[in-house]
T-cell receptor, first 118, second 116 residues
Framework: EAGVVQSPRYKIIEKKQPVAFWCNPI?????LYWYLQNLGQGPELLIR????????DSQLPKDRFSAERLKGVDSTLKIQPAELGDSAVYLC????????????????FGPGTRLTVL | AQSVTQLGSHVSVSEGALVLLRCNYS??????LFWYVQYPNQGLQLLLK??????LVKGINGFEAEFKKSETSFHLTKPSAHMSDAAEYFC??????????????FGKGTKLTVNP
């Protein structure tokens, strides 16, 4: 079974440029997560989708970040314009469904996209 | 809000020695707790989880963790370290997100180095 696929794996851009990350979750997984992982920190949830609906985007900086999951399968996270502080690893994860208590551990993570903003 | 604190950002052990990675949690409700491992340039992988059943939880790769309510701790251990255990380990606690479902709140991670 293929895991969560993310691309690109690495991206280097100059500040003020736009950038987009793509994620393809495990087949059949209805729930998709985007996490931000800063250097030396644990991942922090940016947005969670149930199918095509964003059910929690409270941590997404909406002035420059946007995300979509149009057909409830793969997803794109965009930053426009990028700032120096956006340099981080962006992780995508998926699970079968939004969880009741105790089932949340079954999230499967992709390898991440490492973004460097110069 | 729930939170976790991982004591020690770096831990170094010799191959064959005991591994002990510390995690303390703060939770207003009975917590659900998790340990994840992240190998270089890879995503996170679930090692084990505590969901209010047995307080001693066994996970993959010979790791286990013990939930101690009195100490608000969930430390990760392995009796004998292997070179392949070198990675970063994250403790996490469950919390509710805006949509009313659970989300993971991670600690800052502990990088484990295993010396030959």
């Amino acid at each position: 079974e293929a895991g969560v696929v993310q691309s690109p794996r690495y991206k280097i851009i100059e500040k003020k440029q736009p950038v987009a990350f793509w994620c393809n979750p495990i087949s059949g997984h209805n729930t998709l997560y985007w996490y931000l992982q800063n250097l030396g920190q644990g991942p922090e949830l940016l947005i969670r989708y149930e199918n095509e609906e964003a059910v929690d985007d409270s941590q997404l900086p909406k002035d420059r970040f946007s995300a979509e999951r149009l057909k409830g399968v793969d997803s794109t996270l965009k930053i426009q314009p990028a700032e120096l502080g956006d340099s981080a690893v962006y992780l995508c994860a998926s699970s079968l469904s939004g969880s009741t208590r105790g089932l949340i551990g079954e999230q499967f993570f992709g390898p991440g996209t490492r973004l460097t903003v110069l | 809000a729930q939170s976790v604190t991982q004591l020690g950002s770096h831990v170094s052990v010799s191959e064959g020695a005991l591994v002990l990675l510390r995690c303390n949690y703060s939770s207003s409700v009975p917590p659900y707790l998790f340990w994840y491992v992240q190998y270089p340039n890879q995503g996170l992988q679930l090692l084990l989880k505590y969901t209010s059943a047995a307080t001693l939880v066994k996970g993959i790769n010979g790791f286990e963790a013990e939930f101690k309510k009195s100490e608000t701790s969930f430390h990760l251990t392995k009796p004998s370290a292997h070179m392949s255990d070198a990675a970063e380990y994250f403790c996490a606690v469950s919390d509710l997100d805006q949509g009313g479902s659970e989300k993971l709140v991670f600690g800052k991670g502990t990088k484990l180095t295993v010396n030959p």
